[in-house]
């Protein structure tokens, strides 16, 4: 996934659970193969769990009501979001033993 630029530079991840006619699953597959910020993450016969990375809140919001509006498509459920600065994403992360022998917390 390849998220917007934005001017705070905050990177926006969250999952949604799709509730859909199992004939729907073409129009969803091709709504997300159309889309640089969403990712088919799970799939039932009536159930797709979609994930999506992109700038702000405005754009997931965005993303609910573009998959809401697919034919066949019941519900968007958001289940999880969250906000974080690129620059902590991209900063690496401290295994458990560098911290434990450090005696540090992050």
Do not use: W
């Not at 809401?68 to 289940?79: K, S, W």
């Amino acid at each position: 996934m390849k998220p917007d630029d934005n001017a705070s530079g905050d990177v926006h991840i969250a999952s949604f659970v799709v509730q859909h006619r199992v004939e729907a699953a073409d129009a969803i597959d091709a709504h997300i193969a159309a889309s640089d910020d969403l990712d088919l993450a799970l799939r039932a016969d009536t159930r797709s769990v979609v994930l999506c990375e992109c700038a702000d809140q405005y754009a997931v919001l965005d993303r609910i009501d573009a998959l809401r509006a697919l034919p066949g498509v019941l519900n968007v459920a958001l289940v999880y979001h969250h906000a974080e600065p690129r620059e902590a994403l991209d900063a690496p992360v401290r295994s458990a033993f560098d911290i434990q022998a450090s005696g540090v917390a992050p």
